[in-house]
């Protein structure tokens, strides 16, 4: 009758723990027969109701059932590993031949990249940087440029006024005056920055990048800047780019000069983009005034210099072939992924 009972505890746990589907399944087929409250404690419990003497011969029988059991799980247990296993490499599978999902990448703005190369010509050239600051007093941005409060040049750029003395500087040229009153000559500065106007057309905007370079020493020339801008054209657009000085005016140099470059899109023959002239303006330049000089305590008499000062959208227009500055700033994708280096 014992017998009966414990054979068919074997046979029916066996049987459920080959049913079970997956490992969690088969814990719990265990867990009802060999845990803590599970069937064969149950059964050993029963123990109390024998007589003495048979005691010792149900244990014995209980434990047995008990090993076996382990041994039975553990067997089923394995083979139900295996099998997951199987299973999980079946679907889990890599195709390695499967072509790769693309990642979208972005990219440098063009704007960010002429002005990176344009630092990289100077800076290959000697130039340091400077960085000046975005809001200007009235001073650095035009009267220490040799541009008092009633002069007509003040005309010439719209300036935003953020009140009776402040303004957003309207010329990186600024810069030429924070850093002679910082540094005595030899100077050699490159001031990449933003500047502000009040304009807006298919060629002006009213926020722009201007790159300034300022240059002080003794016996500096119109002919160092020449050869200079020569160097620079040639990097910057063709091997064979030539450049051309026009007369030109502006307060803070003297003389001035309007720079141009012969057009790289038709070689300097004539065409659309340089206007039929074969030249394109790039920048304004000339020897810096003694006036300009005197306000920062350089003495003119010992020192010469020259001030340039470019347009970044301008030179990235030219470069690009682009024909409205708008499409700087509208950040459109379809037009910035044209630029991806
Ligand atoms: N600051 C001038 C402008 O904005 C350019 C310039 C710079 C001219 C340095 C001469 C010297 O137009």
């Known amino acids: 009758m014992e017998q009966e009972k414990t054979d068919q505890l074997e046979q029916s746990a066996i049987k459920e723990a080959e049913q079970a589907e997956d490992s969690r399944a088969l814990y719990e087929v265990k867990m009802r027969f060999l845990g803590r ?11 109390r109701d024998l007589p003495p003497e ?34 999980r490499l079946k679907t889990e599978n890599v195709d390695v031949t499967m072509p790769g ?5 972005g990219a440098l703005h063009p704007v960010t990249v002429v002005k990176n190369q344009l630092v990289d010509i100077f800076a290959g050239m000697g130039f340091e940087i400077y960085e000046g600051p975005e809001i200007e007093s009235e001073y650095y941005n035009f009267t220490a440029l040799n541009t008092p409060a009633d002069h007509p040049a003040r005309d010439m750029q719209d300036t935003f006024y953020l009140n009776d003395s402040f303004l957003l500087r309207t010329q990186t040229s ?9 540094k005595k000559p030899p100077i050699k500065v490159l001031s990449p920055g933003r500047v502000f106007r009040s304009d807006d057309d298919a060629t002006h905007s009213p926020m722009f990048h201007q790159m300034e370079g300022l240059v002080v020493d003794k016996g500096v020339t119109l002919c160092d800047l020449r ?4 160097e620079f054209a040639r990097t910057m657009f063709s091997e064979t780019s030539k450049t051309r000085l026009r007369p030109s005016y502006f307060p803070f140099t003297e003389p001035s000069v309007e720079v141009d470059v012969s057009c790289a899109a038709c070689g300097g023959d004539g065409c659309a983009l ?42 990235a227009m030219l470069k690009y072939g682009i024909n409205n500055i708008k499409l700087l700033t509208e950040n459109d994708v379809r037009f910035l992924e044209q630029f991806r280096g």
């Open 101 to 105: 999902r693309k990642r979208a990448s």
């Open 54 to 87: 048979e005691r010792p011969e149900f244990g014995k029988k209980v434990n047995a059932l008990r090993e076996r059991l382990e041994r039975a799980f553990e067997r089923i247990e394995l083979a139900l590993k295996m099998r997951e296993l199987a299973e």
């Open 274 to 315: 340089c206007k039929g002239t074969g030249w394109i303006e790039v920048l304004g330049a000339g020897m810096v005034h003694a006036n300009v000089l005197k306000n920062c305590g350089v003495d003119p008499e010992e020192y010469s210099g020259f001030a340039f000062g470019m347009g970044v959208e301008r030179i």
């Open 227 to 230: 050869g200079m801008l020569d």
């Open 37 to 47: 409250m599970g069937s064969v404690i149950q059964l050993m419990k029963k123990m």
């Open 174 to 182: 600024a810069g030429q005056i924070r850093v002679m009153e910082n």
